[in-house]
Nanobody, 115 residues
Framework: QVRLVESGGGLVQAGGSLRLSCTAS????????MGWYRQAPGKQRELVAI???????NYADSVKGRFTISRDNTKNTVILQMNSLKPEDTAVYYC?????????WGQGTQVTVSS
């Protein structure tokens, strides 16, 4: 069994920062892609940022320069540091990872940015 356990999120004013963390636990022997997606009310889930096993990264245009994704392969953990948050960043954020060649999702964590 593999689980993705998320932490972080919450309520912040525009311009503020939040940090999301996600750890893959259970029978983990190989983690390749780790990343974050988000889904705002009435909208489709969209990619925020991903990082590959070689630590290369890719970001949505809307978060470039504001968000930073990083990972600790020794702990099977991915971090999303979110700075200069905007009200349009409000969404449920989901951790996603390819673990042991299977795709897994976290339970989601709410991020709310007030104006």
């Amino acid at each position: 069994q593999v689980r993705l356990v998320e932490s972080g999120g919450g309520l912040v004013q525009a311009g503020g920062s939040l940090r999301l963390s996600c750890t893959a636990s259970g029978s983990v022997w190989r983690v390749t892609v780790m990343g974050w997606y988000r889904q705002a009310p009435g909208k489709q889930r969209e990619l925020v940022a991903i990082t590959m096993s070689d630590s290369s990264t890719n970001y949505a245009d809307s978060v470039k320069g504001r968000f930073t994704i990083s990972r600790d392969n020794t702990k099977n953990t991915v971090i999303l540091q979110m700075n200069s948050l905007k009200p349009e960043d409000t969404a449920v954020y989901y951790c996603n990872a390819i673990v042991n060649l299977g795709t897994y999702w976290g339970q989601g964590t709410q991020v709310t940015v007030s104006s």
